[in-house]
């Protein structure tokens, strides 16, 4: 993985952002992250995937993936082409479940509340600063920790773990 990403910040200041709203349940009986894509934050946003192009970023409020656990979220999440989710917090089981499944998310406290819904972001994983180059605003973001960063370097714990054994 890079250790600077760029790309399109796509804003939901609200908090409790569920996983119910970012991928419904109605869509649980599919497994293919493409089909789940098309219906990614539909019911908070139903522009969302028209707007959102691969390498793009989620920035959020608080408690981002709260509700069911579902591994289901963060797979429409990626396969929408999201990179990375940026919160002020997640709910604990969508954080375990984005680095289970390679997925990178990043807690930064004010994200949401700076950064330019549409505009261009610039996260610097090894810096750890988020900078919005719409405005030029930057903030400083939580460090992942070296576990986390072995997680998302593998593709996520199945793949760490298989790793582990060979």
Known sequence: ???????????????????????????????????????????????????????????????????????????ALRGAGIHAVIAKNYARIFF??????????????SAAEIVTNGGRIRIDLSEGVLTDLTTGKTMHFTPLTPFAKDLLAAGGLLQWALKQTA
């Open 1 to 75: 993985m890079s250790t600077v990403l760029e790309g399109t910040a796509h804003v939901y200041t609200r908090p409790h952002i569920n996983t119910d709203e970012i991928i419904p349940a109605r869509y649980l009986n599919v497994s293919d992250e493409a089909t789940m894509a098309k219906h990614a934050m539909e019911d908070i946003d139903p522009e969302f995937v028209k707007r959102v192009k691969p390498g793009d970023f989620v920035v959020a409020g608080e408690n981002f993936g709260c509700g069911s656990s579902r591994e289901h979220a963060v797979w």
């Open 96 to 109: 375990r479940n984005a680095l289970n499944n390679g997925f990178l998310a990043l807690e930064c406290d």
